[in-house]
């Protein structure tokens, strides 16, 4: 009710009394008048000075402290940014939760105020928004108080709040089950012209011919002569319910007027009685807010999401139900088995005999683990190709021998006894040939990943570290980064790829092999001093260098590392030869690699794969020529690691290629020294795997095991429950030194990737006899001394040094 009795305002204080009142007398909920009360407040702001959004920066702190004012979720922000100040938060960090709480807010705010808020504000003044509108009605602004524009502005905003009050409730609403409310303002008298309540009238007559203004309806009461808009509303006043009734079919109408007037005759009602009704007559009865209201919109959607998760989630998250095993043990297209297995949850092996070697260590696993207590262990799995593809013969996967060695130690943690023991679970994880399937590749995006295999295994399974890799290829190295990136560390073995140890390779990497830098330098200095190298050649040996083009990470990284060691000392000639199917194969390059050889009598230097060796050599057997020397002659082959049935049966061997004397890299030489850690290895060894032979391939895998179990049972005492991170910062912060490894003695942290100075023996298998000969020993030994000569008196030439390593190209 707008009584001009009461105002002192003019049309401000009507509007002002008319919004209040609406909110006072609201029968159930609660009424919230946004836009008008953002409008009214701007009238109560002081623009600034200086530029445009100066000027706009104190209505917008004027807008945002009685926003503060009105929502609670803000305003407690705002406390609970000042207590945390005063209490707990200095400094920076105070700054970080003030910003959060209070500026990120407030300047979204001020963004939405430039840019979206109240946009028909703005058309009102035909402006481009809000804020640029709000300086021509704040404090000395263009505007009055009382300018036709300002009303209007004041009135459609409450207008905007009551037709949003009034829109048709969702049917998750708690108001829902309530009626939409109609917004009455009753006038019992209309005033003088200049009066506020004429001045509401006409403002209201005004924009309710330009929008529509049905939320609300205005009745007026005159004793003189109606204004010209005003519509009669003819209610029968003497019945009880006239006015009710009257008011109820105006409400369902869809007429156009925007006042109704309430007429009443001066000469018939001089006590007022009409007056006194309207004042005083029966309220309105309506149901009240009841906690009940808000069970249909809270429960229902927690029903529909309940439903949807039980249906959608995985079989796995049901109760009761066991979680499987991600998806492992795939058969791919190039007819092997790739993933990841403890021996027992599915099978890597491919069916008949060239699966059984891999058959038989997985049942070894099987066992080893199924002597592990319930209880605390940790993981570690065997990451490496153990697998050809259909159509390839030739020497089985190097990491089937290095797997056997990580078995062995597997066998004599678990067996033993020690303070802090942690036992030791072995997973096996087989990449296919080439390293094909260990890691994504975007070429091909559907093949399996088994680094992310991996990856998922790592807190059902207690993945602690991964071990292995044993080759140097761009996808042993991005299977390495996948799991970089998930936070495992990696221990490798086989590997010497400069790339692999690199400025740029992943943080959590290590090996404990020797990189090519090292190698390189070795092979340069055996060829130009070896008295059994000039026996077979010349004092100036020449190098036929047989190298994979296409194997950039090792075969062409050792290439070109030789090269720049050797190329001072003696000629040189170049044979390409790939390991994959392609141009050059052991038959094409053979006669060429024999008749080299047989010009410059000189050495062939293999620097490929050891697993396509015995091709080439068959096939420089088979072509005869200059590969077939006069009686009593050999040809010399040097090559950076041999097969592992050369290195175990070297006498069958000296038969099967006797037109060659073999001289090989390897990491570790038997030695008559009971001290010796490979002595102690060999009986490990023995103990699991009575029947095969040990050798340095297999010492690795061996070590490689007992470091990180070393490292792990080094945290138990600080960090019961050993974390993959644990592992990777005791290596980089404290580090394994002195290690007693069965391939030699070892050192990794955070300067040494790999360990310096890494013991480096070449072999030789003497022909006929085919008996073994170790003719160079540098490195840090097994007495841990640093080698300062190899040979044998009176034939004695320095050890190539770590620093002498030529560096990456």
């Not at 808020?117 to 003044?125: H, K, S, Y």
């Not at 490929?608 to 005869?624: D, F, I, T």
């Amino acid at each position: 009710m707008v009584d001009d009795a009461e105002l002192s305002g003019a049309f401000l204080a009507a509007i002002d009394h008319v919004a209040l009142r609406f909110q006072l007398t609201m029968p159930s909920g609660r009424l919230r008048l946004r836009a008008f009360h953002t409008c009214r407040a701007v009238l109560e702001a002081e623009r600034g000075t200086g530029d445009l959004q100066s000027q706009q920066q104190p209505v917008v702190d004027v807008l945002y402290s009685e926003l503060l004012k009105r929502r609670r979720s803000l305003r407690a922000g705002a406390r609970l940014a000042d207590f945390l100040g005063q209490h707990l938060l200095t400094g920076w960090l105070q700054g970080i939760v003030a910003a959060a709480v209070v500026g990120v807010p407030k300047l979204f705010y001020g963004w939405f105020l430039r840019r979206w808020g109240l946009r028909w504000v703005a058309d009102e003044c035909r402006t481009a928004s809000f804020l640029d509108a709000a300086l021509s009605f704040c404090r000395e602004g263009e505007l009055d108080r009382e300018d036709p524009r300002v009303r209007r502005i004041l009135l459609r905003a409450l207008l905007t709040d009551l037709r949003t009050a009034t829109r048709r409730r969702s049917r998750l609403s708690h108001l829902r089950s309530r009626r939409r409310w109609s917004f009455v303002v009753l006038i019992p008298e209309i005033d003088a012209a200049d009066g506020p309540s004429r001045a509401l009238l006409g403002t209201f007559a005004e924009l309710a011919g330009d929008h529509p203004s049905r939320p609300l309806l205005v009745l007026a009461g005159c004793a003189g002569p109606p204004p010209d808009y005003a519509v009669p509303l003819s209610a029968d006043l003497d019945r009880p319910n006239g006015l009710a009734d009257k008011v109820c079919a105006v409400l369902s109408e869809d007429g156009p007027e925007p006042v109704r007037l309430v007429t009443l005759p001066a000469d018939d009602d001089a006590e007022g009685t009409a007056r006194n009704k309207i004042e005083k007559g029966s309220g309105i009865t309506v149901r009240k807010d009841q906690p009940l209201d808000w069970v249909r919109p809270s429960v229902v959607p927690v029903l529909v999401l309940a439903t949807a998760a039980f249906y959608l989630l995985p079989v796995s998250l049901w109760p009761g139900a066991e979680r499987p095993q991600p998806p492992s043990c795939v058969t791919v297209s190039t007819g092997e088995r790739v993933g990841v297995t403890d021996g027992e949850q599915c099978d890597l092996a491919v069916p008949g005999d060239p699966g059984k070697e891999l058959r038989d260590l997985e049942r070894q696993v099987a066992r080893e683990n199924a002597r592990i207590p319930d209880g605390q262990y940790r993981t570690l799995v065997f990451l490496a190709p153990l697998s050809l593809q259909k159509g390839v013969y030739d020497d089985p996967p190097l990491g089937l021998q290095i797997l056997r060695g990580a078995i062995a130690q597997q066998h004599k943690l678990n067996a033993g006894v020690r303070q802090n023991k942690m036992p030791v679970r072995l997973l096996i994880a087989n990449t296919g040939q080439y390293f094909q399937y260990g890691a994504h590749d975007d070429a091909t995006p559907k093949d399996p990943d088994v680094a992310q295999m991996i990856i998922d295994r790592q807190r059902d399974e207690h993945i602690a570290a991964v071990i292995g890799i044993t080759q140097s290829r761009r996808e042993s190295l991005r299977a390495v980064q996948e799991l970089d990136q998930a936070g495992i560390p990696v221990v490798a073995n086989g590997v010497s790829g400069s790339t692999m140890v690199g400025p740029d390779s992943p943080q959590r990497y290590f090996q404990i092999s020797a990189p090519n830098t090292r190698l390189g330098p070795v092979f340069a200095d055996f060829i130009r001093h070896s008295p059994q190298i000039h026996h077979l050649t010349s004092a100036k040996p020449h190098a036929v260098v047989v190298y994979d083009p296409t194997d950039l990470f090792f075969s062409t990284d050792l290439r070109n590392v030789f090269l720049r060691a050797y190329r001072p000392y003696g000629g040189i000639e170049e044979v390409t030869y790939t390991e994959k199917p392609g141009a050059t194969t052991p038959d094409s390059i053979a006669t060429d690699v024999c008749n080299k050889v047989a010009a410059t009598h000189g050495i062939v230097v293999y620097l490929a794969r050891s697993g396509v060796l015995p091709s080439l050599l068959n096939a420089m057997q088979s072509v005869g020529g200059q590969c077939q020397p006069s009686d009593g002659a050999t040809i010399p082959l040097i090559a950076e690691s041999a097969p592992i049935d050369f290195q175990l049966n070297p006498a069958h061997t000296a038969r099967a290629y006797p037109y060659m004397t073999l001289f090989y890299e390897t990491a570790n030489a038997p030695t008559s020294d009971s001290r010796d850690p490979y002595a102690q290895f060999t009986q490990d060894f023995a103990a699991v795997f009575g029947h095969l032979s040990a050798d340095a391939d297999a010492a690795g895998g061996f070590d490689t095991v007992g470091i990180v179990s070393k490292v792990i049972e080094n945290l138990l005492p600080a960090t019961p429950d050993v974390q993959p991170n644990d592992i990777y910062l005791w290596l980089t912060a404290h580090g394994v030194s002195q290690y007693p490894g069965a391939s030699g003695v070892l050192q990794l942290d955070a300067k040494n990737k790999y360990p310096p100075d890494k013991a480096v023996y070449i072999r030789e298998i003497t022909q006929p006899a085919g008996a073994t000969a170790t003719l160079l020993s540098c490195g840090i030994l097994p007495d841990r001394q640093n080698r300062a000569t190899w040979g044998t008196a009176p034939h004695t030439f320095p050890c190539p040094r770590e620093e002498s390593g030529s560096p990456t190209d």
